[in-house]
């Protein structure tokens, strides 16, 4: 549970980290289009040295970024074996029954990897690692602002994304409680068949559950004591302000989006 980045923060004072948090949004919806505008592998390799230098930058230890990848192993293998053995193609590797893997089947399957990784470092780095809970979502409530004139409730929307990021390490906090104290009634979580271990996981998910409830009725109700009312006539104690490195971090990001493009013209054998 622990290995979850979504809602975790690790303060390291980096560039990315003094950024406005509304241009890291802005900036990691331009690192997701780049991970899909990547077509051989040179555009590839590009998106990886951006993904590495990212690391860098932010001064995040390399051990904290890992953990994060290693919640999401499961869908990487998953997402490896699906091209090795479903992709077709011209020159054929390996050939044995019903098996046949191709090695465009492999060049797909370690692209697929690169770009799940870029996708998880970029997300973590400029997100969720870089930027409070509190920061981002005064960012998504700046960059929606506009919608208020249609009379769409931006403020309601910007404080569940708040809460729900507030109480992700609680509750991964509470689950460890709640499976510590099974394990000590005799619960067993990791043998027998796949049927037994989830109707093993429903003393944890009940008490869990319960728990989100009761902390959600408490904190409605403490909101409701201090005559909450929502967004109008509110204001907040952090202006966000754009400043110049905030946009040679844009421009950076803009260039790597135009060297891709540029990348993808040149020809490979190694080749989406």
């Not at 802005?26 to 077509?39: D, N, Y």
């Not at 479903?86 to 090695?103: D, S």
């Not at 000590?184 to 037994?196: E, V």
Request: hydrophobic share 55%; aromatic share 10%; net charge positive.
């Amino acid at each position: 549970m622990k290995n979850i980045a979504l809602g975790q923060y690790y303060p390291t004072g980096s560039v990315i980290h003094r950024a406005d948090p509304r241009m890291k949004l802005i900036l990691a919806v331009l690192f997701i289009v780049c991970t899909f505008l990547c077509k051989n592998i040179y555009s590839f390799g590009a998106i990886l040295l951006a993904s590495v230098l990212l690391v860098l930058v932010s001064r995040i230890p390399l051990k904290t970024v890992l953990r994060s990848i290693r919640a999401l192993l499961f869908i990487m293998i998953f997402t490896l074996v699906i091209n090795v053995f479903m992709t077709k193609g011209e020159v054929l590797l390996f050939e044995w029954k019903f098996i046949h893997i191709y090695r465009e089947g492999i060049v797909n399957a370690c692209f697929m990897l690169v770009r799940i990784f870029a996708l998880i470092i970029g997300t973590s780095i400029l997100l969720t690692y870089t930027t409070t809970p509190i920061a981002l979502t005064d960012a998504i409530e700046s960059l929606l602002s506009p919608l208020k004139k249609i009379k769409l409730p931006i403020h309601e929307f910007a404080m569940m994304m708040t809460i729900a990021l507030r109480f992700i390490p609680t509750l991964m906090e509470e689950t460890e409680k709640i499976m510590a104290a099974q394990k000590a009634r005799g619960a067993d979580f990791t043998n027998g068949s796949l049927i037994k271990r989830a109707k093993a996981l429903i003393p944890i998910l009940i008490p869990l559950f319960v728990s989100a409830f009761r902390r959600a009725d408490e904190l409605s109700v403490a909101m409701e004591c201090r005559c909450y009312h929502g967004g109008e006539g509110r204001t907040s104690m952090r202006v966000l302000k754009y400043r110049a490195s905030d946009f040679l971090l844009f421009l950076a990001f803009a260039a790597l989006c135009a060297g891709l493009i540029a990348l993808n013209l040149l020809k490979t054998p190694f080749a989406l």
